[in-house]
């Protein structure tokens, strides 16, 4: 049996510049049209982080609320609104993104380090976030970024009990220096370890940089999902910067069709997720 695709454009993050790619959306109006382009060649989340008006990372819960209703009016993604924020963001701020009401939400599983900086999610605070994402109907998407994440997320669900529509979706974040590698090794044995979740866990799985094509290429191959975007991805080829994230998802789309397993709608990825049972 194929499994059709789900595809999440993560289309600015809080890393990126414009310096790096010119074409990255960090206005509201940007990442609006952004989001109606990913729609249209096959994404059906959305996992946004926004900007401020001098394209600087912000946690402002107004521009977040604005954020949600906006992109609720203009396309049917699913929105998922990172809790991750940058690294320089702290725990209150994160955890009053989940006040925009977004339909996801994204839960780091643990602390790495991320370049020259420690992206620092401690136990209590992740306990905090799976808690009220529940207490909101707010599904997460458990973010990993190292093998051992896995047997947190375990240990979270084990103690803590399943989160919002009771499915358990996780994203495996790839080649972050300090984190895993965005290697098939590293990937088949992420695998592996949902052996340790419930049954019916589903991944997808982004590379970051170079390790794109080869994590996209081997999610495919496992069963897995896919989440491509500038927040991963600067350049669509070497030398070639990217010049929309929906070329981006229109290469995952193109190469989930070749692999059989087409593109899943929003309102199929919906179900799929448990958003809205
Ligand atoms: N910007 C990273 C420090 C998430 O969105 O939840 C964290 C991140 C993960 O991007
Ligand atoms: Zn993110």
Known sequence: MTTPTLITVAPTGAESTKADVP?????????????????????????????????????????????????????????????????????????????AQPDMASCTMGTVNFGE??????????????????????????EIFDLGQLWS???????????????????????????????????????????????????????IGRSSLPVLLGSLAAGGHLRVGMEDTVTYAKGQPVEANSQLVARASGFARLAQRPPLTPGQARELLGIGV
């Open 23 to 99: 074409a990255l959306p960090v206005t509201l109006a940007e990442l609006t049209a952004t989001a109606k382009e990913c729609e249209a060649v096959g994404a059906s989340v959305i996992h946004v982080h926004i900007r401020d008006d001098e394209a600087k990372p912000s946690l402002d819960p107004v521009r977040l609320r604005d954020t949600v209703v906006a992109l609720r009016e203009s396309c049917g993604l699913i929105v998922q609104l990172s809790s991750g924020g940058s690294v320089h963001d702290p725990e209150e701020a994160r955890l009053a993104v989940l006040d």
């Open 117 to 142: 900086d420690v992206f620092l999610n401690r136990w209590e605070f992740i306990v905090e976030l799976h808690t009220r994402m529940r207490d909101r109907g707010i599904v997460p998407e458990y």
């Open 153 to 207: 997320l375990a240990r979270l669900l084990d103690k803590h009990g399943l989160p919002s529509g009771g499915h358990v979706h996780v994203d495996f974040v790839m080649g972050v220096p300090g984190g895993m590698p965005g290697t098939v090794e590293a990937l088949v044995a992420c695998k592996q370890a949902l052996t340790e979740l419930p049954a019916g866990t589903t991944f997808s799985a982004t590379g």
